[in-house]
């Protein structure tokens, strides 16, 4: 595995690999399964694997958690070179906002909703960070996990509106024996508020199986979730909504391969996300 | 000349052509000398030369003359036959705005001085416009008129954060025998208003008198300019703005090298641009 550590570095490396169909997994590293999944896919598809791993300062609001964020390049390294990643980028900071940087990504209205609510800039700074990626790497395929359902939906609109020459693949949520969807952030949790995050997909499990049973009132869905979420107080939910994949609108009745259950909660400090997809987000 | 009228049909055509360098000139029609100075540059300079034409909705207020934008599409086509474009790029408003459409890019800082104070969203259509057009053609090179300088600044600075893979030239204002800048509308003037206009250049050719004698003080270059523009009641003016070239702030005193002179003012209904750059914008 070549590992890049500038652009330049980037730059001499991806020519000698002309002629080679390019995956990319674009991550903020502390890897897990949920990562590793993509790679493994991405390695199954393309001729030329690139890995990236750069904690992104622009979707972090100013009282989030960018400098705790966990981070363990050896380990994440060690990891890569298992799977047969070909190229691990690993900017610094400095290089990639070059001072002074003022140029950013708005994909308008999808940016408010769900995580929108409470991240202003999110989806901004990840919209940004991702196309200024697909601009260095030049992959033909891109890897995003459904766990960030909303931030595939941004990136599918970002990548029609601006006519990029780039095909999405969103895998499905890896989880934890407990059920938990993995996340880096899960570090964060005492055994406690771990054991009440549990109910996060509780609550999506029980909208499953209202759903196969026929279930389709989004309000009939939504309580249940609310009436798990609310078992513990250790866990409080900061939403729960049921939207179409278009316009991340709610919806008042489910449709059939368009909707997205998805529910954030804090458990403590820490704030988790999970969700129940009926319909493909790859294009 | 191969027009392409969509799409896919640049999408077919292009691929004909690899290996080829392209140079790219994105222009909004009713075509003058200056547009015809850059398509010839880039023919010197490019091994494929790719013109468009698209008025843009985004770049217009919905005050502005989106409208009545002067159009003359057959003696468009007819001029870059003459100067040997290879394709001509004309694309539907429905295809490059296909709706939903919500990713806009925002060059923050740049686009609210000089001409932004009084067009918002200008400069963040144009950088949209931009960017899809470079994602479409994949230029190495893409030409720019000097008249619009502010649009060259906003432009350098979205390739550099971005890390597109394109050279920008900006070639200087080509101008009438009477010196007004050359712009597709100056068809909007009558007579009167265009005897007026021509107070425009004037006021810039004495700020280089003065700069070329040695002034510096920017209020004098300022109130010398303001003093010719005041001539004639037919022209208000809407900005005199002595800038750096980096973030386009007022400066005091000219740097050699990286100061633009730049004034916007209305001859009627009809506002017009011109500047003295004193310093180099491709990059």
Redesign the interface.
Known sequence: MKICRS?QSLHTELPAQAGKTTGFVPTMGFLHQGHLSLVRRCREENDLTVVSIFVNPAQFGPAEDLQQYPRDPEKDIALLEKENTDILFMPENDEMY?Q???????????DKMLCGQTRPGHFRGV?TVV??LF??VCPARAYFGQKDAQQAIVIR??I??????VQIRILAIVRDSDGLALSSRNVYLSPAERQAALSLPKSLQKAAVLVSSGVEESQVIRESMQKELDRDPLLATEYISIVNL??LQEIPVIEAGNTLIAAAVRAGRTRLIDNLLLGDLSC
């Open positions: 652009i070059q002074p940087f003022r140029t950013y990504i708005n994909v308008e209205g999808l919209a196309l200024k601009n260095l609109q970002m029609r509106d601006l006519h990029l020459p278009q316009d």
